[in-house]
Structures are given as structure tokens and as C-alpha cells.
């Protein structure tokens, strides 16, 4: 399984990015895949799911501002980042559950100037 995340770049405050998370290896119709971040000096959080079913939930810190979507025909997902805040800076990951074996993209940097 792996996972390539995409999209990420410099963005004055109350821009907007589009993350793409490319999945290889398994199916995101089988498999969910979220959205974590990391931001320096602090640990990883979680920031947004979509699972396999279809349902997807957002963290509260950025529920208004992000969504997260996914186009099945690419077994890949997305996620929209808007009124981007300096809080929101980070390196930001995807992963998937598989067998209880958790798999990690390689992270995409977004750095929100204020």
C-alpha cells in the first residue's frame, strides 16, 4: 500500500489549498483514508476521515473551513483547505488502515503566512 500526498505549498492567511492523497495498493472503497497533520514542535493530530462506507468527519479545529472528498474512479482523496489561518501550518499526511497495518504517505508541507 502506498500513499502520495500532494498539494500542498505557501498561502497567505484566508487562502485556499486543495491536498490530493493518490492511493496505490488497495482500495479507498475498502480501505478509509485520513488526514493528519503536524505542525512544528508538535505532535500529529488527526484533521479529517472518509471511510470506506462514504461517511467523512472533520476535526472540530477546522470543521467550516475544510472538507474532505473523494473521487473513487482515482482511488483518490482530497482535501479542501479554506480561510487557511497561520494555525494551520504543518506537514500534512494521509494514511490508511489495512489488515491493522497503518500506512503513511510521505507528508506535503503547507505553510499559511500571516
Known amino acids: 500500500v502506498q500513499l502520495q500526498a500532494s498539494g500542498g505549498g505557501l498561502v497567505q492567511a484566508g487562502g485556499s489549498l486543495r491536498l490530493s492523497c493518490a492511493v496505490s495498493?488497495?482500495?479507498?472503497?475498502?480501505?478509509?483514508v485520513a488526514w493528519h497533520r503536524q505542525a512544528p514542535g508538535n505532535q500529529r493530530e488527526w484533521v479529517a476521515t472518509?471511510?470506506?462506507?462514504?461517511?467523512?468527519n472533520v476535526a472540530d479545529s477546522v470543521r467550516g473551513r475544510f472538507d474532505i472528498s473523494r473521487d473513487i474512479a482515482a482511488n483518490t482523496v482530497y482535501l479542501q483547505m479554506d480561510s487557511l489561518r497561520s494555525e494551520d501550518t504543518g506537514v500534512y499526511y494521509c494514511?490508511?488502515?489495512?489488515?491493522?497495518?497503518?500506512?503513511w504517505g510521505r507528508g506535503t508541507l503547507v505553510t499559511v503566512s500571516s
Open positions: 494514511t490508511c488502515l489495512r489488515r491493522s497495518v497503518r500506512y
Open positions: 495498493g488497495t482500495l479507498i472503497t475498502t480501505n478509509g
Open positions: 472518509f471511510a470506506a462506507g462514504g461517511a467523512s
